[in-house]
């Protein structure tokens, strides 16, 4: 099992470890909910060193990736990022990325269970091309901190004036001869930065996040990136998406771009014309009952879905769930009844996405 740079910080700060994509990986530290309730409230730094991180070069980079990709990233300027898509050629996704701009180069950032599949798929389709495929993800280390105190608190003691970058918008450079890359991005519906580094620098997390029981940034874990993200919308790979969804049907349109020639794109054309037969929408539940992945959804003893992904937000203090559902039942307000097991259904709607959402103080793109 891999160990990220960082595996020494969270056993000093009393992690439980947990396997995750053959990654030792930190799952809580004080406890999902209070580790959740603190990202919301101040702010929570996340290792995501397990995602992979995939380095493009050559002239024909750009060729490759606007190839393989959903999204249109050609007019994307450099220090931007993009969420995109990876797709086989049935539109079925393999992985969704993000893919950053920079002078020299691309970067490509994928889940960590999709990384070898995506480094393969990457190979295979720049055969012929002038392009240069380099994994880094075991040469840096990756963290996202995330919370509404985040800007400030990091403003203050990073080198790099972070509150001027825009939404998706990525700063790359060296100080005191290291590398660094520092986007303004993330997973839980926060505001907050991504930040790169070399691997080798993981002992200077310390002067970024002090131990102070009253600093306002504390380590969590990927429970309470879960939770954060669901409360968000936000998809999760191998749960609202995989190969056997679509980018239409997951309500993610404008990652995609029909316009261009990409593999899948006739399928999804498709799709958009006919139009998709399920669509993914929130369910909110009664009681404190939580609807598990697999989960069926009803309505007059008729199956109608699938739940993807659920848990009681702590935020919002409700149990809530994503699922696939037959789209002539996927408008907000409609009853549904959600089957838990039990002597009965659990009732439930059907609302939009996302369950939560901010007031955003950061410009967007």
Known sequence: MKRTPLYDFHVKHGAKMVDFAGWQMPLLYTGIVPEHLHTRRAGSLFDVSHMGRIELYG???????????TRRLGDAQVGQSRYSHVCNEAGGILDDVIVSRY???????????NRARIVAWLGEQAAGRDAELRDVTEQTLMV???????????????????????????????FMGVPFTVARSGYTGEDGIEMILPASVA??????????????????????????????????YGHELSEETDSLSAGLAWCVDLTKDFIGAERLRTIATEGPVRRLVG?????????????????A???????????????????????????????????????????????ARIV????YKRSDKCAST
């Open 59 to 69: 002239p024909q980079a750009e060729e490759l990736l606007e190839r393989v990709c």
């Open 103 to 113: 002078e020299d180069h691309w970067l490509l950032v994928c889940n960590a269970a």
């Open 144 to 174: 996202a901190v995330q919370g509404p105190a985040v800007m400030d608190a990091l403003g203050a003691r990073l080198p790099i004036p972070i509150n001027s970058l825009k939404k998706y918008r990525f700063t790359s450079g060296a």
């Open 203 to 236: 002992g200077m997390l310390g002067s970024v996040l002090p131990a102070d029981e009253e600093a306002p940034i504390k380590p969590a874990g990927l429970g309470a990136r879960d939770t954060l993200r669901l409360e968000a919308g936000m998809p999760l």
């Open 283 to 299: 369910v909110e539940l009664e009681g404190r009952r939580i609807a598990r992945p697999g989960t069926q959804l009803l309505e």
């Open 301 to 347: 003893d008729r199956e109608i879905g699938t739940v993807t992904s659920g848990t009681f937000s702590p935020t919002l203090k409700k149990s809530i769930a994503m699922a696939y559902v037959c789209v002539d039942t996927a408008e907000p307000g409609r009853t549904v009844m959600v089957d838990i097991g039990g002597k009965s259904a659990t009732r």
């Open 352 to 355: 939009p996405l996302p369950f």
